[in-house]
């Protein structure tokens, strides 16, 4: 196994761009919305399930965020209707137009940080630079689910 590295620190003289974007947002939320999963210390990344989820750019201006993903929402609708109507053309190109959202949203593609680091987007947390951090965390990266109702039990006839 190779040695583990370490996780780059942001440095807010180093990157203008990522830094002041950064200063704007709460690692913990992600543009402007509570995140229901835990955000890396350096707020690249997103868990679920030990698994390592790239962030948007956290420096696009928001109204063309608010675009982006209305267009990736629009996108994956596309891909639904293909499916359902069993048109193959239809889902390439409504595969093709989440990929360029999420191209466009920096979660995909080349990334939006220039530090040099290395991108761990869809690696298990557990074989990075994280795994001390996601090891660490106080509760699970699942988001707790909402306690169902309480049923009427049945009485046995």
């Known amino acids: 196994m190779p040695p583990a590295r370490s996780i780059p620190e942001l440095d807010p003289l180093e990157d203008t761009r990522e830094s002041a974007a950064l200063a ?7 543009q402007g919305n509570a995140i229901k999963y835990p ?23 928001e109204a063309r965020r608010r675009s982006l993903t209305s267009d990736l929402m629009a996108a994956r609708r596309a891909v639904a209707a293909a499916q359902r109507a069993n ?12 990929q360029a959202a999420k191209v466009a949203l920096g979660e995909r593609g080349p990334v939006w940080w220039n530090d040099g680091a290395q991108d761990y987007n869809r690696h298990m947390a557990k074989n990075t630079p994280y795994a001390e951090w996601h090891a660490g965390l106080e509760t699970p990266d699942i988001p707790e689910m909402p306690e169902a109702p309480e049923q009427p039990r ?4």
């Open 24 to 30: 704007q947002r709460d690692p913990a939320t992600t």
């Open 39 to 61: 955000v890396t210390p350096d707020g690249r990344y997103f868990a679920v399930r030990g698994r390592l989820w790239r962030m948007s750019d956290p420096a696009l201006p």
């Open 87 to 98: 048109d193959a053309d239809a889902l390439a190109a409504a595969r093709a137009a989440v």
């Open 154 to 157: 049945r009485r046995k006839k």
